[in-house]
């Protein structure tokens, strides 16, 4: 006899996703049931705001924004870390290493983490002529490099003062930077050349891949719903 399959309910998500959050204490949790056609208009102020701290407040308020520029992490939900210390201030009197957000998302191997670094959408990663980086790319290089080096060196360290103890090495940094849609091609070919190049440390991205991916999942959600019976 084949088993009945149970279909799970609305009641039955609300509970899977309740005992998500707390699977990474202190993290915001994000996951695609969560989106709403608001997000898009907050996006867009976020980006035209001309601020990191914009962006930042936007994504830490709708945290499954993040999950549209993880690599290979499909539609499982993330936990994000924001504003965490990695170093402490050092000798020479320059602050500690502060990531914009580390984060974890779920793939089918598991648990993935990474850091995600954001810079101003209006400033792209190259300059204009595409034969060197804008000084918003040199000063993030310099901050990615160093956040890696970090984990690489002193993993148990970070564990201990972001007090995150399932935190092992993030496999790179995803760098938010600029709009592909504005780059002349030249830029848009040293941005790919600096991500083949640096695939296992670095990833640069346009903000421009949030609003694509939002766009397609709000699309699919109307559909969705309007598939659905109608309760009247």
Known sequence: ??????????????????????????????????????????????????DEEAIQCCIEERPYLAQYVTPSTGHHGIWLFPKQQIAMHQPNG?????????????????????????????????????????????????????????????????????????????KSVLLLIGDSRNEMPNQTAMRRNVNESLSERLHVISYDRIKRHLQSDLRHWRGYRASQPSRD
């Open 1 to 50: 006899m084949v088993p009945a399959i149970k279909l799970m309910t609305e009641a039955d998500f609300d509970k899977f996703e309740a005992e998500e959050s707390q699977r990474f204490p202190g993290a915001l949790y994000g996951s695609p049931r969560q989106i709403k056609e608001s997000w898009l208009d907050a996006l867009e102020i976020a980006l035209a705001a001309k």
């Open 94 to 170: 320059l602050p500690g290493k502060i990531p914009d957000f580390l984060a974890v998302a779920r793939n089918s191997d598991g648990y993935t983490w990474w850091i995600i670094e954001l810079k101003r959408a209006d400033v792209q990663f190259a300059n204009l002529r595409a034969d060197a980086f804008s000084p918003a790319a040199n000063k993030a290089l310099v901050q990615c490099t160093s956040y890696l080096n970090q984990f690489d060196r002193y993993v148990d360290a970070v564990r201990s003062m972001t007090g995150i103890k399932e935190i092992i090495r993030p």
